[in-house]
């Protein structure tokens, strides 16, 4: 599985933004559970939100249960994230990964290649 993510970038505090993550390859994305993960500059990588293959189960970090949702749409093969009430404090990049070996929080096996959130106060 290739995981393509996209959607980031620079909005004011209180802004949204949506984040997508479109996988590629033989096994269908449906096949995995998948999260979101982020890294700030300086500080170490923390999961942010994760979903079951089939979207039934959903977990979020503290920091943004309320602000944030995690999705999917298996038959286009893509999980989202939408961010809102965004604060600076959300700013880093942010990863994409399917196929946890332990759900929701991982390791996970396949990861995308990151896309930059910058958030302006």
């Known amino acids: 599985v290739q995981l393509q993510a996209s959607g980031g970038g620079s909005v004011q505090a209180g802004g949204s933004l949506r984040l997508s993550c479109a996988a590629s390859?033989?096994?269908?994305?449906?096949?995995?559970?998948a999260g979101w993960f982020r890294q700030a500059p300086g500080k170490e990588r923390e999961f942010v939100a994760a979903t079951s293959w089939r979207g039934d189960m959903t977990y979020y970090a503290d920091s943004v249960k309320g602000r944030f949702t995690i999705s999917r749409d298996n038959a286009k093969n893509t999980v989202y994230l939408q961010m809102n009430s965004l604060k600076p404090e959300d700013t880093a990049v942010y990863y994409c990964a399917a196929e946890s070996r332990q759900f929701p929080l991982g390791p996970y096996n396949y990861w995308g290649q990151g896309t930059q959130v910058t958030v302006s106060s």
């Open positions: 390859g033989r096994t269908p994305l449906s096949s995995y559970a």
